[in-house]
């Protein structure tokens, strides 16, 4: 039996996103529980002007591929932000095959709401928090009936606020959102992780690992940095492995060498130029 500590990077709810049926089933042989697509596109660009956006062209072709691909993992879709579209295309996702579904970019309870009852439970729902305002309102979007997750969108909101590097994440701020979504009873999951050991991230990794057992956090992005620049023979699967691994390590540190960890993380994000 896996100790507290071993099955926290082992139970950790990883995300991928890919169009390509075979990187699906090579992500779902590495252990990731969550793949699919992202069809945000509305005002993604605009909003993020000028820095590095991820637009995807995923299509709903796509997301029906996976869902034939896959065996065990959830089948994944970031939707639109709310617009007048959104009841269509819950409706064509869960079609198509997915079982997990993501609201990104909304603003407060109310919007929270109406997408839990869109779904009305045929999948699992998360929200992307990415915007001040619902930062302001998490206490009424933890409240929320009918939703399962919430995420919190570290770039978003870190071109809305001003914020340098993960300042957010070495806040106090952000631990009483983390303690606002677990007292709710949801999962509380945040950003994306690389391989802990890339030295080429203007921010060191490893202390961001460091950070998702200090806040409770259940699950994260596989980011686009997982897979740059890869060492020679790496595979996704040793990749994913040596992440749980390092993971389980930073949850068996005491509080002390966490604190440390985030204080570390604050003092690199202040000195960050991004």
Known sequence: ??????????????TLLTADPAVAVEGEQAG???????IERLGKAARQAGHDTRLSEHTWDNLSEIARALRSSDVFVRLNPPHP???????VAI????????????HTEADAAVFANLVKGRAYTMLLVETPRALV???EIAATKG???????????RLSMNLRGLELVSSPLMSTIARIVKDSGKRFSFGGLGRHDDATLPLNPDILYAQYPRLGATGAWLSRSFFRNPPAHWTMKDGV????????????????????????????SINSEV
């Open 85 to 91: 579209g959104t009841a269509e295309e819950v409706g």
């Open 1 to 14: 039996m896996l100790s507290d500590t071993e099955s926290f990077g082992q139970d950790f709810l990883l």
């Open 241 to 268: 492995k040596a992440l749980r691994a390092r993971l389980s390590f930073w949850a068996a540190q005491s509080e002390h060498d966490l604190t440390l960890a985030k204080d570390a993380l604050a003092l690199q």
């Open 95 to 106: 079609k198509c095959g997915a079982t997990v579904l993501m609201l990104p970019y909304f």
């Open 32 to 38: 990731v529980q969550r793949i699919g697509i992202d």
């Open 147 to 157: 939703i399962d997750e919430i995420m919190i969108g570290l770039n978003d909101l």
């Open 137 to 139: 309102r998490i206490q």
